[in-house]
């Protein structure tokens, strides 16, 4: 937790208590998000929507840890996935020890990111758009 300033898959309490407890006391809070597996795929990481609440209230209030927002992957043919990860992002600040913080609404890919920005999102990883689609082929 010393040698960077952002994780995006934060989805546990104890994952975000060991980055608080292993960031350095003379450094910034770290910036999280929280990962939700925003329509419930087998093949995702992420907590469940009905528990980011709850999660929500406890990560912002860890010292050295600033909960910026949600990171969401829905299935590729699922657009509408977006707007219940906007509801959820917008619902959920009330539970925010530091709403002023809630900030990163980040979903969207490539392939998708027009959709993403329309239903609000702050923050689009578009690796495949500026490296090319990734070869595991090569895997060994």
């Given at each position: 937790a010393e040698k960077f300033d952002w994780v995006h898959g934060v989805d546990r309490l104890?994952?975000?208590e060991r980055l608080s407890n292993q960031r350095g006391d003379d450094q910034s809070a770290l910036?999280?998000?929280?990962?939700?597996?925003i329509d419930g795929q087998d093949s995702k990481d992420g907590c469940a929507p009905e528990?980011?609440?709850?999660?929500?209230?406890?990560?912002?209030?860890?010292?050295?840890?600033k909960l910026r927002g949600l990171m969401?992957?829905?299935?590729?043919?699922n657009t509408a996935a977006f707007a219940d990860a906007k509801a959820l992002f917008d619902a959920v600040k009330d539970q925010?020890?530091?709403?002023?913080?809630w900030d990163t609404l980040s979903m969207g890919m490539s392939?998708?990111?027009?959709?993403a920005i329309a239903a609000g999102s702050t923050m689009v990883r578009v690796g495949t758009a500026l490296f090319g689609a990734r070869d595991y082929?090569?895997?060994g």
């Open positions: 104890i994952i975000a910036n999280i998000c929280l990962q939700v597996n528990d980011v609440a709850e999660l929500v209230a406890q990560i912002s209030q860890l010292p050295k840890i969401v992957i829905p299935a590729p043919d925010h020890a530091h709403p002023q913080d392939s998708d990111l027009e959709a082929s090569q895997k």
